[in-house]
């Protein structure tokens, strides 16, 4: 019985640190990222309770138009920022590798297989993991035909990007 109490108290904590962890990470990105993580989180429910036609809104409205040209223009320099802040916040460089980058659950199979190097639930995989919900959003019948989706950044060009910030100790 002791050992079944001590368990669930080592679980406990475990989703509490794992929770707050999420959390961190969700407020690094908010700054620089805030306004695309906005719109993914709400076009995705739009779709999921099927009402992809409340996204013919967007189209005509300047949201899309800059969200793109924002985050190809600034998401050089916040990732970048976002490093250095993030390994000069926590002087345990494990720490704060494991803000930057995780292993963690495969929520999304595709992003996660694609994202080796950088595991599943840290700060630039969960950017990348947005940017890709980013394109599927825009990829949508109302929204595909936008001329901006011809400047959206590359997927796998901002993996790639992502990865030198990896870091290796």
Not at 75 to 103: P, Y
Not at 110 to 120: D, E, H, N, R, V
Request: net charge neutral; proline share 4%.
């Amino acid at each position: 019985m002791a050992a079944a109490a001590a368990l669930y108290c080592t679980l406990w904590h475990w989703a509490v640190v794992a929770s707050l962890h999420q959390e961190f990470i969700e407020e690094i990105l908010s700054p620089s990222f805030g306004g695309m993580i906005a719109f993914v989180k709400e076009s995705e429910a739009l779709i999921e309770k099927g009402q992809q036609e409340r996204l013919r809104s967007e189209e005509g409205g300047p949201s899309v138009p800059l969200l793109v040209r924002g985050f190809s223009s600034t998401w050089k320099q916040a990732v970048e920022t976002l490093s250095h802040d993030v390994m000069r916040s926590f002087t345990n460089f494990k720490n704060g590798t494991s803000i930057i980058q995780e292993r963690g659950s495969d929520e999304d199979r595709t992003i996660s297989t694609i994202c080796k190097y950088a595991g599943s639930n840290g700060a630039l995989t969960q950017l990348i993991q947005y940017y890709h919900r980013f394109h599927k959003i825009l990829s949508q019948p109302p929204l595909r035909n936008l001329p901006v989706c011809s400047e959206l950044i590359n997927l796998h060009h901002l993996m790639v990007e992502l990865k030198k910030h990896k870091p290796n100790f």
